[in-house]
T-cell receptor, first 116, second 112 residues
Framework: GENVEQHPSTLSVQEGDSAVIKCTYS??????FPWYKQELGKRPQLIID?????GEKKDQRIAVTLNKTAKHFSLHITETQPEDSAVYFC???????????????FGQGTILTVHP | NAGVTQTPKFQVLKTGQSMTLQCAQD?????MYWYRQDPGMGLRLIYY???????DKGEVPNGYNVSRLNKREFSLRLESAAPSQTSVYFC???????????FGPGTRLTVT
Protein backbone atom coordinates (compact mmCIF):
# COMPACT_ATOMS: atom_id res chain seq x y z
CA GLY A 1 0.00 0.00 0.00
CA GLU A 2 0.87 3.66 -0.09
CA ASN A 3 3.34 5.11 2.40
CA VAL A 4 3.70 8.85 2.99
CA GLU A 5 6.62 10.37 4.88
CA GLN A 6 6.46 13.99 6.06
CA HIS A 7 9.25 16.29 7.27
CA PRO A 8 9.95 18.12 9.45
CA SER A 9 7.83 17.03 12.39
CA THR A 10 8.12 20.51 13.94
CA LEU A 11 8.88 23.86 12.32
CA SER A 12 9.33 27.17 14.07
CA VAL A 13 9.54 30.43 12.09
CA GLN A 14 9.32 34.15 12.69
CA GLU A 15 6.32 36.06 11.44
CA GLY A 16 6.90 37.08 7.84
CA ASP A 17 9.28 34.23 7.07
CA SER A 18 8.50 31.40 4.67
CA ALA A 19 7.77 27.83 5.74
CA VAL A 20 8.30 24.69 3.69
CA ILE A 21 7.01 21.21 4.51
CA LYS A 22 7.99 18.23 2.41
CA CYS A 23 6.38 14.85 1.77
CA THR A 24 7.39 11.77 -0.15
CA TYR A 25 5.10 8.98 -1.31
CA SER A 26 5.72 5.44 -2.46
CA UNK A 27 2.89 4.47 -4.83
CA UNK A 28 3.45 5.76 -8.36
CA UNK A 29 -0.30 5.31 -9.00
CA UNK A 30 -1.13 8.11 -6.55
CA UNK A 31 -2.44 11.12 -8.41
CA UNK A 32 -4.14 13.36 -5.84
CA PHE A 33 -2.19 15.19 -3.12
CA PRO A 34 -4.08 17.33 -0.60
CA TRP A 35 -2.76 19.36 2.30
CA TYR A 36 -4.81 19.75 5.45
CA LYS A 37 -4.51 22.24 8.30
CA GLN A 38 -5.65 21.21 11.74
CA GLU A 39 -5.94 23.66 14.61
CA LEU A 40 -5.89 22.40 18.18
CA GLY A 41 -9.05 20.45 18.98
CA LYS A 42 -10.53 21.02 15.54
CA ARG A 43 -11.12 18.91 12.46
CA PRO A 44 -8.65 18.80 9.54
CA GLN A 45 -9.53 21.26 6.80
CA LEU A 46 -8.29 21.25 3.24
CA ILE A 47 -6.10 24.23 2.39
CA ILE A 48 -4.80 23.27 -1.04
CA ASP A 49 -4.53 20.21 -3.26
CA UNK A 50 -2.82 19.23 -6.47
CA UNK A 51 -3.38 16.55 -9.05
CA UNK A 52 -0.61 14.73 -10.82
CA UNK A 53 -1.23 16.43 -14.16
CA UNK A 54 0.16 19.74 -12.82
CA GLY A 55 3.49 20.60 -11.22
CA GLU A 56 2.54 23.62 -9.12
CA LYS A 57 -0.54 25.30 -7.74
CA LYS A 58 -0.86 28.59 -5.83
CA ASP A 59 -3.54 30.13 -3.69
CA GLN A 60 -2.56 33.50 -2.24
CA ARG A 61 0.20 32.83 0.31
CA ILE A 62 0.26 29.06 -0.07
CA ALA A 63 1.58 26.93 -2.89
CA VAL A 64 2.16 23.26 -3.51
CA THR A 65 4.72 21.74 -5.85
CA LEU A 66 4.79 18.18 -7.13
CA ASN A 67 7.66 16.16 -8.57
CA LYS A 68 6.17 12.93 -9.90
CA THR A 69 9.51 11.51 -10.98
CA ALA A 70 10.98 11.84 -7.50
CA LYS A 71 7.62 11.10 -5.83
CA HIS A 72 7.67 14.12 -3.58
CA PHE A 73 5.53 17.18 -3.04
CA SER A 74 5.92 20.25 -0.86
CA LEU A 75 3.82 22.93 0.81
CA HIS A 76 5.13 26.49 0.75
CA ILE A 77 3.69 29.21 2.96
CA THR A 78 5.00 32.73 2.39
CA GLU A 79 4.72 35.76 4.68
CA THR A 80 3.70 33.57 7.59
CA GLN A 81 1.36 34.94 10.24
CA PRO A 82 0.68 33.76 13.81
CA GLU A 83 -2.71 32.41 12.69
CA ASP A 84 -0.84 29.99 10.40
CA SER A 85 0.27 28.14 13.55
CA ALA A 86 -1.30 24.69 13.40
CA VAL A 87 -0.56 21.08 12.45
CA TYR A 88 -0.26 20.49 8.73
CA PHE A 89 -0.81 17.09 7.11
CA CYS A 90 0.00 15.96 3.62
CA UNK A 91 -1.79 13.02 2.05
CA UNK A 92 -1.78 10.96 -1.12
CA UNK A 93 -4.49 9.08 -2.92
CA UNK A 94 -5.54 7.65 -6.20
CA UNK A 95 -8.65 9.27 -7.57
CA UNK A 96 -11.91 7.50 -8.15
CA UNK A 97 -11.86 4.32 -10.12
CA UNK A 98 -10.45 0.89 -9.53
CA UNK A 99 -10.59 -0.22 -5.93
CA UNK A 100 -9.01 2.77 -4.26
CA UNK A 101 -12.20 4.82 -3.84
CA UNK A 102 -10.17 7.85 -2.91
CA UNK A 103 -8.58 6.42 0.22
CA UNK A 104 -6.17 8.95 1.68
CA UNK A 105 -2.85 7.97 3.24
CA PHE A 106 -1.64 10.73 5.54
CA GLY A 107 1.80 11.85 6.56
CA GLN A 108 2.62 12.10 10.25
CA GLY A 109 2.04 15.84 10.47
CA THR A 110 4.14 18.98 10.99
CA ILE A 111 3.58 21.29 13.93
CA LEU A 112 4.13 24.81 12.59
CA THR A 113 4.67 27.61 15.09
CA VAL A 114 4.84 31.19 13.84
CA HIS A 115 6.34 33.57 16.41
CA PRO A 116 5.15 37.20 16.36
CA ASN B 1 -26.43 22.47 5.78
CA ALA B 2 -24.78 20.73 8.73
CA GLY B 3 -22.13 19.05 6.57
CA VAL B 4 -20.69 16.08 8.46
CA THR B 5 -21.84 15.50 12.03
CA GLN B 6 -20.60 13.02 14.61
CA THR B 7 -21.98 11.85 17.94
CA PRO B 8 -20.95 11.74 20.68
CA LYS B 9 -18.26 14.43 21.00
CA PHE B 10 -16.65 12.74 24.00
CA GLN B 11 -16.89 9.25 25.49
CA VAL B 12 -15.18 7.34 28.27
CA LEU B 13 -15.45 3.56 28.23
CA LYS B 14 -14.16 0.82 30.46
CA THR B 15 -12.17 -2.01 28.91
CA GLY B 16 -14.54 -4.57 27.40
CA GLN B 17 -17.49 -2.23 26.95
CA SER B 18 -19.03 -1.68 23.54
CA MET B 19 -20.24 1.44 21.81
CA THR B 20 -21.19 2.84 18.42
CA LEU B 21 -19.92 6.10 16.99
CA GLN B 22 -22.42 7.76 14.68
CA CYS B 23 -21.69 9.81 11.56
CA ALA B 24 -24.17 11.52 9.28
CA GLN B 25 -23.78 13.75 6.24
CA ASP B 26 -26.12 15.94 4.25
CA UNK B 27 -23.70 16.55 1.37
CA UNK B 28 -25.08 13.74 -0.84
CA UNK B 29 -21.63 12.18 -1.13
CA UNK B 30 -21.29 8.51 -1.97
CA UNK B 31 -18.02 7.74 -0.20
CA MET B 32 -17.57 7.85 3.57
CA TYR B 33 -14.58 7.06 5.77
CA TRP B 34 -13.60 6.46 9.38
CA TYR B 35 -10.15 7.55 10.58
CA ARG B 36 -8.44 7.48 13.91
CA GLN B 37 -5.88 10.08 14.97
CA ASP B 38 -3.19 9.35 17.51
CA PRO B 39 -0.43 11.77 18.56
CA GLY B 40 2.47 11.79 16.14
CA MET B 41 0.84 9.34 13.75
CA GLY B 42 -1.39 11.41 11.53
CA LEU B 43 -4.75 10.00 10.55
CA ARG B 44 -5.13 6.32 9.75
CA LEU B 45 -8.01 4.82 7.82
CA ILE B 46 -10.07 2.27 9.73
CA TYR B 47 -12.89 1.46 7.28
CA TYR B 48 -14.47 3.09 4.30
CA UNK B 49 -17.65 2.82 2.26
CA UNK B 50 -17.52 3.60 -1.44
CA UNK B 51 -21.30 3.70 -1.70
CA UNK B 52 -24.45 2.72 0.15
CA UNK B 53 -24.39 -1.00 0.90
CA UNK B 54 -20.64 -1.48 0.56
CA UNK B 55 -17.88 -1.34 3.15
CA ASP B 56 -14.21 -2.30 3.12
CA LYS B 57 -11.24 -2.43 5.46
CA GLY B 58 -8.67 0.29 5.66
CA GLU B 59 -5.23 0.31 7.26
CA VAL B 60 -6.22 -0.46 10.89
CA PRO B 61 -9.58 -2.35 10.96
CA ASN B 62 -8.92 -4.77 13.82
CA GLY B 63 -11.33 -4.34 16.74
CA TYR B 64 -13.87 -2.35 14.72
CA ASN B 65 -16.96 -2.98 12.61
CA VAL B 66 -18.94 -0.59 10.45
CA SER B 67 -22.41 -0.23 9.01
CA ARG B 68 -23.44 1.93 6.08
CA LEU B 69 -27.05 2.28 7.07
CA ASN B 70 -28.04 4.43 4.11
CA LYS B 71 -26.41 7.09 1.96
CA ARG B 72 -26.35 9.58 4.85
CA GLU B 73 -25.14 7.46 7.76
CA PHE B 74 -21.98 5.47 8.46
CA SER B 75 -21.45 4.07 11.95
CA LEU B 76 -18.37 2.63 13.64
CA ARG B 77 -18.74 0.00 16.35
CA LEU B 78 -16.29 -1.10 19.01
CA GLU B 79 -17.47 -4.50 20.24
CA SER B 80 -15.02 -4.84 23.15
CA ALA B 81 -13.10 -1.64 23.78
CA ALA B 82 -9.39 -1.79 24.62
CA PRO B 83 -7.08 0.95 25.96
CA SER B 84 -5.25 0.87 22.59
CA GLN B 85 -8.43 2.25 21.02
CA THR B 86 -8.12 5.49 22.96
CA SER B 87 -7.98 8.03 20.17
CA VAL B 88 -9.80 10.77 18.32
CA TYR B 89 -12.10 9.38 15.65
CA PHE B 90 -12.99 11.35 12.55
CA CYS B 91 -15.62 10.56 9.97
CA UNK B 92 -15.22 12.01 6.48
CA UNK B 93 -17.06 12.14 3.19
CA UNK B 94 -15.66 12.60 -0.29
CA UNK B 95 -16.76 14.75 -3.16
CA UNK B 96 -16.39 12.49 -6.20
CA UNK B 97 -15.87 15.51 -8.48
CA UNK B 98 -13.26 17.51 -6.57
CA UNK B 99 -11.84 14.54 -4.59
CA UNK B 100 -11.88 16.68 -1.45
CA UNK B 101 -12.66 14.92 1.81
CA UNK B 102 -14.75 16.76 4.38
CA PHE B 103 -14.25 15.84 8.00
CA GLY B 104 -16.67 15.76 10.89
CA PRO B 105 -15.81 17.42 14.23
CA GLY B 106 -14.44 14.21 15.74
CA THR B 107 -15.19 11.99 18.74
CA ARG B 108 -12.65 11.88 21.54
CA LEU B 109 -12.71 8.38 23.03
CA THR B 110 -10.91 7.28 26.15
CA VAL B 111 -10.81 3.62 27.18
CA THR B 112 -9.70 2.99 30.75
Amino acid sequence: GENVEQHPSTLSVQEGDSAVIKCTYSDSASNYFPWYKQELGKRPQLIIDIRSNVGEKKDQRIAVTLNKTAKHFSLHITETQPEDSAVYFCAASTSAGGTSYGKLTFGQGTILTVHP
Amino acid sequence: NAGVTQTPKFQVLKTGQSMTLQCAQDMNHNSMYWYRQDPGMGLRLIYYSASEGTTDKGEVPNGYNVSRLNKREFSLRLESAAPSQTSVYFCATRDSHSYEQYFGPGTRLTVT
